[in-house]
């Protein structure tokens, strides 16, 4: 079984920035894409970004275009999220995971905790 280690949350005042990394643990595996989630207290998890292995495509949420920037390492399955000009809305819990095309694996992880307050 695999299964997401996120780190790399905080607190951070509005404006400020964190990256989080994302590493899988378990037996090794290949995937089409590797992507970020989030879930704010009382919400639906939603989709933030996504890297696609073949020809590196990403993929934002309109809510986090031009503030976040993902990236990733195929070989190791690694992925990281430059998150930039942070805002109170940003805040909750973030996931990431892997997954074939058009969908995503159930190896969620505990996920790292984002809080943007001042």
């Known amino acids: 079984q695999v299964q997401m280690v996120e780190s790399g949350g905080g607190l951070v005042q509005p404006g400020g920035s964190l990256r989080l990394s994302c590493e899988p643990s378990?037996?090794?595996?290949?995937?089409?894409?590797m992507g970020w989630f989030r879930q704010a207290p009382g919400k639906e998890r939603e989709f933030v970004a996504k890297?696609?292995?073949?020809?590196?495509?990403?993929q934002y949420a309109d809510s986090v275009k031009g503030r976040f920037t993902i990236s990733g390492d195929k070989a190791q399955n690694t992925v990281s999220l430059q998150m930039s000009s942070l805002k109170p809305e940003d805040t909750a819990v973030y996931y990431c995971?892997?997954?074939?095309?058009?969908?995503?694996?159930?190896?969620w992880g505990q996920g790292t905790q984002v809080t943007v307050s001042s």
């Open positions: 995971n892997a997954g074939p095309p058009g969908g995503w694996f159930d190896w």
């Open positions: 378990g037996r090794a595996f290949s995937s089409y894409h």
């Open positions: 890297i696609e292995w073949s020809g590196g495509a990403t």
